[in-house]
Every structure is written in structure tokens, then in C-alpha cells.
């Protein structure tokens, strides 16, 4: 599936309802929440700038991050909370992240920028499928 900016936008301007489910997290849990996905942002960066310069120590430094690491880390009232479909989603971005470490031990640059192109693939349709409040 690929999403683009443009879904959730009327033709004449107007912001559709916002149908994606909410994940119902008190404001501590949100603010934690939040900030893992930034996280994840950042780790996509990093791997991307890595891939550019043909860095690999950049990309697995920037993917462990996003890994079972954080996974682990997640605080256990957010993961409660955490519908089956989200799970579905995020515990295989996470073990992408793994992948990316390992492969790029030995993957040429080519095949990290796919694979992290499919990592991004899950993070959309968490984002589209999922709203954190």
C-alpha cells in the first residue's frame, strides 16, 4: 500500500475527520510514546545519511536504536493498551530495524536503501491506521 500526504484531504481544501483509531494513552503515556516514534524518525535519518556516505557503522549505530531495544523498553501500561493490529505492525518494524543492523554488515547500499524503504512502509501504515491520543 502506498500512502501518500494527500490522503485525509478534501478537494477543496477542507481537513477530512480523522478516522484512524486512537490508542486512548494518558498524557504521560503519550509523551513517551511520542517520543519512541521520534526516535524511530531519527533512526531512519540516521540510517538514510549512513547509506549516503556509505557509512555502515552510522547505519547499524542509528537502527539499534529502533530495535528490540526499544521495543523491550516500552513502558508496560502503554503496551496494554496497544490494539492487536498496532502490534502487528510495530513488532515486525522493530525486528526491521534488527535486520538493517545485521545486513548491513554485508548488504551492499542498494539493498539497505530498499529495506528501509519497506521499514518506512510499515511506519506509514501504522500512521495512517493509528492515532496516539
Not at 519512541?36 to 555502515?56: F, P, T, V, Y
Not at 496497544?82 to 535486520?99: C, N, S, W
Request: charged share 25%.
Amino acid at each position: 500500500m502506498l500512502i501518500t500526504a494527500a490522503q485525509g484531504i478534501k478537494a477543496e481544501g477542507q481537513l477530512a475527520e480523522d478516522t484512524r483509531v486512537s490508542l486512548g494513552l494518558t498524557t504521560a503515556e503519550r509523551v513517551e510514546f511520542l517520543a519512541e516514534m521520534r526516535q524511530m524518525l531519527a533512526s531512519i535519518q540516521g540510517i538514510i545519511a549512513g547509506i549516503g556516505a556509505e557509512d555502515r557503522e552510522r547505519i547499524i549505530e542509528a537502527a539499534r536504536y529502533s530495535g528490540n531495544r526499544m521495543a523491550r523498553a516500552t513502558p508496560a501500561s502503554v503496551r496494554a493498551k496497544l490494539p492487536t493490529e498496532f502490534q502487528e505492525i510495530g513488532g515486525p518494524t522493530h525486528m526491521l530495524f534488527e535486520e538493517i543492523v545485521i545486513r548491513a554488515e554485508t548488504d551492499d547500499m542498494a539493498s539497505l536503501a530498499e529495506l528501509t524503504g519497506r521499514t518506512m512502509q510499515n511506519c506509514l501504515a501504522c500512521h495512517a491506521q493509528f492515532r496516539a491520543d
